[in-house]
Structures are given as C-alpha cells and as structure tokens.
C-alpha cells in the first residue's frame, strides 16, 4: 500500500481524527513516520500501531511517552494494546514512573492500565503499584504533583485487595488528589471486585474509547421551505426582534469573551480584585519583577493581542497566590498552580470577568508567564509550573464535556497542533 497514507494530510482535519482513514491505512513505514509526527497526526498513528499489532513500533513509541494531550493518551493506548508478558513493555512502563515528570508517569500509568485490561500484568505488578501509591504520595508532600489515583486504579483492574485502603492513604495523605476518581475506584472494587469500567473502556473500540478527537464535518443547514421563507418575513416585519437568550451558567462560565478583531476587552475585569489585608508573607519575598516579563521574549512570542492581557493576568495571579495560598506563585508546586486557577481565581474574580481569566487566551499567557519564571530562574520547582497549564487545560476540557456544550471554547495546547507545511 502507498506510505503516503501515513501524512498528516491524510490522517487528520481540523486537528481532528480522520477514523475511516486511519482504519484503512497501512501498517508500514509507521516507525519512521512517529519519528515526524506531533499532535493529533501523532495520536493517528499510534493509534494504527495498536490496531495493527505492530510490534516493530515499540521503541519509537517508548520514546515518546513525554507527549501530552491526545498524543500522549494514544500512544498509552497503543503499547497498552502491544504489550505482552514477554516484550519488556511493562517493565520498561514501571521505570518511567520512577523520575519522569506529570506527562511521561501519566502515560506510563496509562500502558499499566491497558496492559491490565488485558489480562497480561506479570506477578508482581501489583507490588510495584502498592509501592508507587506512597511515592506518589511522598512526592506530593514534597509539593510536587502526586498520581496516586492512577496507581490505584492500575491495582483496582488487577483486583488487588489493598486497593482499599491505599486509596484512603491517597485521600487523607495527597489534598490534591482526584478523590472524585479515587471514590469512584472504591466503589468499584466494593460492588465488583474490579474496576470493570476501566477494563470495557479499555478493551473496547478505539473509535469509543477517543470519541471526542475524532472529525466530525458540519452538517449544512437545511433550506427552509419557500412559504416558511415568506411567513418569517411577514412576521419579522410586523414584530420586535426577540431578546436574546441567556447563556446557560456552565458555558458562561467557560465560553471565552468576544474579542472583536482579536483585541481582548477594555473592561476585562482584572483590575477589580479588592486589596487584601495582609499580603505578605514570611521572609519578605522578592516580588516579580513583572516589568521585565513585559519585555521577555516570551511575551513577546505571544500574539500582540495578548501581550497587555498576560501582563495584567501575572500580577494578579502572584497577588492571589500570596493571600489564598500563602506562599509565592513562583513557588507553585503543579497541583497548587492548578488550583490557584481552578478555583481560588473564580472566586475571587467578579463572575462576567471569570470567561476571560479562564479562556483558551489566558492559557497562552499563563504558558508564557511560567516559560518565563523557569528561565529566569524564579520558579522553584522547575517545569511544575508549566505542568500545571496542562492540567487546567485536561480540567476545563472535561467540563465542557460533562456540561454537554457543543462548539466549546478549545482548549488544546495552540504549540500541540502541526504547523502546516509551506507550499510549493
């Protein structure tokens, strides 16, 4: 079959994935092809791979467990569906979690799990996921971001008895936790010896299991009839256009603000956090120097638009950080920062200001204001912070979701999407 099925072009639209198109595509040449790939041209072939059954593309996906977004979730999904007992891919998943960062142990937990679903876990898998609970659990406390939920929910597919009672550990031990996921995994276990949820989704179609990244064209508007044509007419003409419709709160709270000729507001509302009693911390922190940040080259990578809107959105982030969290926003650990934007800012924002701190544009700026404490050296913690932003991202994605809002802001990372390439 011709290899140039495996192009972006061919795969994917919109960012989106093509499903007839990949289901048909080849299975050769997919090595070298993952070596070029990113984003969802990348999520494409990972995810051929794994319905091939293509063993030869084990080591090229190995070396991509790094990858976020939908990328990282396939490739998990495809040495998920590869891996045997015998072809190391389990072991080499169990190192990964050992010092790599929020991405690659989140991918790693991935394999573990599909592997699992798949009834090929060795022996002592379960051993190895008791022992990452607590250094899930240890890293926390030490102000990282803990995945001990993920573990458990590894060790709740393999039905291990303990499972119980290390998610209490996570619970009363990680205050960031998912305990939504861990009470979930608890129940589970409770009522059916497993968490057979996971293991459906796991084992079912990769069309099920990626729904929400696959292409779907518009459908045209359907032309109305010519008398209905007339009788709207006639009744524009005698009546009042009707007043528009409120937003429903969960797109309110979600739907970035218009931005007419991609100019951010004028009353954009951050200005309008009162002053708080006590802002100071112990030991007199240096504040940021924000006006250097205004002159970095990473406000300056941002769009011009943006540029006015990151400087007035780093402020107030170190400010409420400073009274909410006690401690300095260059200080963060990754789960902190999360919250800090997750839920100390909505609250501390008036409610028609909170679209526009939490829009897919503010994500492009809080990006840019960590690159730019990482690189001076300010950021305590290192690439947490940057961690933290795909944190968010995953988070308002999944609300949009559960709201069932169709059309919703995008929030996937603008620097994941494949540049187009320059015409000839």
Request: with cysteine.
């Amino acid at each position: 079959m011709d290899s140039t099925m495996l192009t972006a072009t061919d795969l994917i639209a919109d960012g989106k994935l093509l499903a007839d198109r990949i289901d048909a595509a080849p299975a050769e040449g997919l090595s070298t092809a993952l070596s070029n790939a990113s984003g969802a041209h990348l999520a494409a072939l990972a995810l051929i791979a794994g319905e091939r059954g293509a063993q030869d593309t084990i080591t090229a996906l190995l070396s991509l467990l790094d990858r976020d977004g939908i990328a990282g979730k396939t490739i998990a999904w495809a040495l998920g569906r590869l891996a045997s007992t015998s072809n190391g891919i389990e072991a080499k998943a169990v190192a990964a979690l050992a010092d790599g960062d929020l991405d690659v142990r989140e991918n790693a937990y991935g394999i573990l799990t599909g592997l699992s679903a798949r009834g090929v876990a060795s022996t002592g898998l379960a051993d190895a996921m008791a022992a990452r609970v607590q250094a899930e659990i240890d890293r926390a406390k030490a102000g990282g971001s803990g995945l001990g939920e993920q573990a458990c929910r590894v060790l709740a597919v393999l039905s291990d008895s303990r499972t119980p009672s290390l998610i209490q550990q996570v619970i009363h031990q990680d205050r960031f936790c998912d305990r939504f996921e861990l009470q979930r995994l608890r129940k589970s276990v409770q009522d059916d010896g497993r968490d057979q949820e996971t293991i459906k989704a796991m084992k079912g179609p990769w069309r099920t299991v990626f729904a929400d990244a696959l292409f779907v064209p518009k459908a045209p508007a359907p032309a109305p009839a010519p008398e209905a044509v007339k009788v709207a007419d006639k009744t524009a003409a005698k009546s009042p256009a009707p007043a528009p419709k409120a937003a429903a709160p969960a797109a309110a709270a979600l739907t970035p603000a218009p931005i007419a000729g991609e100019e951010p507001p004028v009353d954009d509302g951050l200005d309008e956090v009162p002053p708080g009693e006590d802002d100071a911390l112990p030991g007199n922190p240096q504040p940021i120097d924000w006006k250097a940040f205004t002159t970095s080259p990473e406000n300056e990578a941002l769009p011009a638009p943006l540029r006015q809107l990151a400087g007035q959105l780093g402020p107030l982030l170190e400010q409420l950080s400073v009274r909410a969290i006690r401690a300095p926003l260059a200080d963060l650990a990754a789960q902190e920062f999360a919250g800090l934007l997750l839920q100390v800012l909505p609250q501390a924002l008036p409610p028609q200001h909170v679209q526009m701190a939490l829009s897919p544009h503010a994500m492009q700026c809080y990006k840019a204001i960590a690159k730019f404490l990482i690189r001076t050296g300010v950021a305590t913690k290192g690439n947490d912070l940057l961690d933290s932003i795909g944190l968010v991202r995953k988070e308002l994605t999944n609300q949009i979701r559960q709201a069932g809002i169709l059309n919703g802001p995008d929030y996937s990372d603008p620097e994941d999407k494949p540049v187009a390439a320059p015409q000839a």
